[in-house]
DNA sequence: GGGTGTAGGTTCGGAACCTGAACATGGGAG
DNA sequence: CTCCCATGTTCAGGTTCCGAACCTACACCC
């Protein structure tokens, strides 16, 4: 605000920065393409951002040069919490990921219990590249609940009880001596499809993440919107049937008691025994199972009427199915469209796509890896 | 995009001109403050505006000059189409309202009809102003519907069933031999209400309008959301109730089913005559008819309802609620306050606050004042 | 192998823009 | 009445971007 012609070249730095980022590797001449600029000023602006050390020239033979994020040598931890898993990868800033991990951890377990196993995991990960914490640039970290965007602090409607109320980018900060980054799982799943997964390009998505719970994010203009208090997006405590279900929110009906991979899987434990995950459901529906494609399908139309609200409020070109039910296809997906079709306006059905996530179970921790990459660029400016 | 610099100067003008229109009256050391830029910035794009036309220099009384918009010699026309209603303003580009008159329209009655009973209403105000036609410069009209962006068609789920399938801006500017900007009502009240009434200063806002049926505009970063087919805010239908009546639209149970104005003064009619409209029956209420704040009270819960599933999905920080029936004031916010308390999860129902439109029936009619002067604003550039 | 065409990247001059400083002017406090 | 301050203008200076010209490397054709 201070200078407007400076403040001009830093939004022109922003964008040739971003379009690297998304793109991964572009010349000079698809960089002025894609920004508009001309390619003069893609030239000194590549320049000064390769002496700043935010972008790298890999001469890549003669004249066509190839222009890609700076490596910094250095190495990017991405931390995804979800209800009975814990994900962990470790990448470089050029998006290639050098080490990725998932282990199963205790619902009730408290919230140091949950840091602890994340701390190992990166260190084991860490072993097993040679690396040292030292080398760790950044750290993204993905809870299952809104985070307060004033304190840092878990909101209360979140999967893991053990932690409510506390700063899950501070605690786990403090574990690693590193600044982390924190942010919903949903956000970050929404953030990793929309820069390289099924909504790649798209400036206006909604995101739904439906495992355990159901989450939500949505993108407005490129970016994710947070709302007044960051609880935009909380789509799975939408109330569907106001004398449903109680849900571990408090309320009764909400979404989540409908279409909930906690609750799915407790309709088909009498039948196929205790042990049923929502990814086993899924299996058995995809082998062709009647009961598991008859709960998707039921879960497919709850979530229906959702997204018809959905539609009706924002009217958006496209959402993205991402979690471990979307692994169903079709299965899921139809169900959902019967129902907006049916629900939403006209107009708005009509413009509307509904796919699958393109990054299934990793979406939430690419989001990380990407959330830590967008902050580090920001800082370097 | 051609020319980064010229945008900035571009952008730095609108800046200045939006500034102007939403203060009325500016010093040019105000401006400087309000939009960050410099004095000497301000003096030389103030001068450019002056010559251009768009700005006018009072000169106050020596070195303190007030800047407002240019009177331009001409007028606007703002034309708000509702169930039962038609409103006109006819007012100058400095925001005065010179006349203004509401009459009742059939509901039934084809399009030709209520267009021509615009264009008698325009000339009968030109009339009474001692003004010619010639002398306008541009009209706005808002229409009770979505209007498909591309093709300014008015969209299937409106008010008026003599309207679907045409383009009203095309129709009402055929009439006046002028160009026509159409929107949707819930949109120009929200523009209105956001420019001078109950959201002024916000950037992301919610308005419901509930009169006849139930309409709705999100503002998101000073805008209007329109999503990808300018559907988005056709909060009106929602499914509350997936079994509850059916629809002018089609469906069954949706929210306008439950609190639109048409249903509400059916509930009343048996006990309190044919003849009770919107209006009416929130007088009634106001005046300590039991039934009727009864109806109310129900309507606002079932808004609530919405508002809630509204909460959970943007986190807005506030709701304008507009229309006739707003003017209930509390007998219908405070439960629509109740039901959002308890439905809307903790952290969005915590920052929200719902609030009465400060501008009552008119929102409709100066929106579309606003939107004449912003689009005549935007095309002098 | 050599010539030519094409596309990428750089450099340079020009034009537009914003800002800080200096300056003129009018109003208000004492 | 004078001083002080806020306002608005002008000017020089610095920054930014763009168009055009130029150079380089690769590809292709003969």
Redesign the interface.
């Known amino acids: 605000?201070?200078n407007?012609?400076s403040s001009?070249r830093e939004s022109?730095r922003r964008m040739v920065t971003e379009a690297v980022r998304r793109a991964g590797t572009l010349t000079q001449a698809q960089l002025a393409r894609t920004t508009?600029?001309s390619p003069a000023?893609v030239s000194t602006i590549v320049r000064e951002l390769r002496d700043l050390g935010v972008l790298a020239i890999t001469s890549g033979g003669g004249r066509r040069n190839a222009v890609t994020l700076a490596p910094e040598s250095g190495l990017l931890v991405g931390i995804d919490f979800g209800h009975s898993h814990l994900r962990v990868a470790i990448g470089e800033v050029t998006r290639q990921i050098l080490a990725e991990r998932a282990i199963p951890i205790d619902v009730d377990a408290s919230a140091a219990e949950g840091l602890l196993a994340a701390e190992l995991l990166v260190d084991e990960l860490l072993r097993s590249l040679g690396a040292q914490r030292t080398e760790i640039l950044g750290v993204g970290l993905g809870v299952p609940g809104?985070i307060?965007p004033l304190t840092g602090i878990l909101?209360?409607?979140t999967i893991l009880p053990g932690w409510v109320g506390i700063n899950p980018a501070l605690a786990m900060g403090e574990r690693l001596g590193l600044a982390v980054h924190v942010d919903n799982d949903a956000n970050l799943g929404a953030l990793a499809e929309a820069t390289w997964g099924a909504a790649r390009g798209r400036r206006?998505v909604a995101y739904l993440k439906i495992a355990s719970g159901v989450g939500?994010s949505?993108i407005?203009?490129g970016r994710v919107?947070?709302?007044?208090?960051?609880?935009?997006?909380?789509?799975g405590?939408?109330?569907i049937d106001?004398n449903g279900r109680l849900c571990r929110?408090g309320?009764r009906g909400c979404l989540e008691t409908l279409a909930g991979g906690l609750y799915l899987t407790e309709l088909v434990r009498a039948t196929h025994g205790p042990g049923v995950t929502v990814t086993r459901l899924v299996e058995l529906a995809l082998a062709g199972d009647v009961g598991c494609r008859r709960v998707i399908g039921d879960a497919g139309r709850h979530l229906g009427?959702?997204i018809?609200?959905?539609?009706?409020?924002?009217?958006?070109?496209l959402v993205v199915v991402g979690g471990a039910l979307a692994e169903a296809g079709p299965l899921l997906i139809d169900p959902i469209l019967e129902v907006v079709r049916?629900?939403a306006?006209?107009?708005?059905a009509?413009?509307?796509s509904v796919v699958p996530g393109a990054l299934g179970e990793r979406a939430g921790v690419l989001g990380a890896l990407a959330s830590v990459q967008i902050s580090n660029m920001e800082s370097a400016l």
Chains 1, 2 share one sequence.
């Open positions: 605000m201070a407007s012609l001009l022109n508009g600029l000023t809104p307060d909101g209360s409607s206006d939500a949505i407005i203009d919107y947070r709302g007044a208090s960051g609880a935009a997006g909380e789509l405590h939408i109330t106001e929110c309320n009427v959702a018809a609200s959905l539609c009706n409020i924002l009217n958006p070109g049916r629900l306006i006209p107009s708005a009509a413009v509307l």
